[in-house]
């Protein structure tokens, strides 16, 4: 046989030994069929300890939620008042405490009558009558408001035995009657007003004051004491700031004494008509 005989021979021989080498093991590589599974194996643990740990941390955070949700249900709201046992006698007693430091009310009743006085003229405006006042200082007056007319008056006539003694005054300042003064019927109005208890004991012993029936310098000094305990509640009052004008002026004869006692009456008696 030729030497390529017996070399296809051999070779043909080689090719049908399926024996493994010896180096066989380590040169091949791994499965590739293996190796997947390997991977998709350790890929499914992951995924289900993240989906374990997903649900374990849900539920936490939904106890969490029901109880904070629960707490913030029994607390009372921010802002909101609490009521408390007593709160509604404490308010009673704070309303009744106020209202004892206003004092208790009680019902005065004036009880004043007609008289005559003395006008000295009527306008349209208060500013025109203050004007006219100012004129006539020398004779003690009073500006009223009726029915939209502003009065200038002066000298409340109790009786007439001093109206002459008025006029006469008048005359001997140059007032003629009818032309710069005129006598005047003027009703006074009798009402009921409430007022505080230390209000109605002043107003009491005012009504005294203006009962007397002979307007002496004893009867000027009283006046003057009681307005100077004239109460904060009638402080303003503009009837009451004529009468106080009026005894702070010092008269220079009787005449003017008897006139200024006359107006300051009739101050007086504007102040009770108007409360």
């Known amino acids: 046989m030729d030497e390529r005989k017996k ?21 091949t590589p791994k499965s590739r069929g293996i190796h997947n599974f390997s991977g998709k194996k350790k890929f499914s643990v992951t995924i289900l300890r993240a989906v374990i740990l997903a649900v374990a941390l849900g539920t936490l955070f939904g106890f969490a939620m029901m109880y904070f949700f629960d707490l913030s249900t029994d607390q009372t709201p ?11 006698d404490d308010d009673d007693e704070s309303q009744s405490e106020g209202a004892s430091d206003q004092g208790d009310s009680t019902v005065f009743q004036t009880d004043l009558s007609t008289h005559e006085v003395f006008q000295l003229g009527v306008f349209s405006s208060e500013q025109n ?51 710069d003064y005129i006598s005047k019927t003027w009703t006074f109005s009798s009402d009921e007003v409430e ?9 009491n012993q005012g009504v005294e004051l203006i009962h007397e029936t002979e307007l002496t ?13 004239l109460p904060s509640h009638y402080s303003d009052h503009n009837y009451l700031d004529e009468a106080i004008n009026i005894i702070t002026d010092q008269a220079s004869n ?12 009739l101050a007086i008696y504007l102040f009770y008509d108007a409360i």
């Open 254 to 265: 009787e005449s003017e004494q008897l006139l200024q006692n006359q107006t300051l009456l």
């Open 217 to 229: 310098g004893e009867w000027r000094d009283r006046v003057e004491e009681w307005l100077s305990q």
């Open 78 to 88: 921010v802002g909101t008042p609490v009521e408390t046992i007593g709160t509604q």
């Open 195 to 203: 007022v505080p208890d230390e209000v109605h004991d002043w107003l």
């Open 7 to 27: 070399v296809r021979v051999t070779i043909n021989q080689d090719s049908k030994d399926h024996r493994s080498h010896d180096l066989e093991k380590v040169l």
């Open 129 to 179: 009558a203050r004007e006219l006042q100012l004129h006539l200082d020398f004779v003690p007056s009073v500006v009223t408001e009726e029915n939209g007319q502003y009065l200038l008056l002066t000298s409340l006539l109790k009786d007439s035995s001093v109206e002459e003694e008025v006029m006469n005054y008048f005359e001997s300042n140059g007032l003629e009657r009818n032309e």
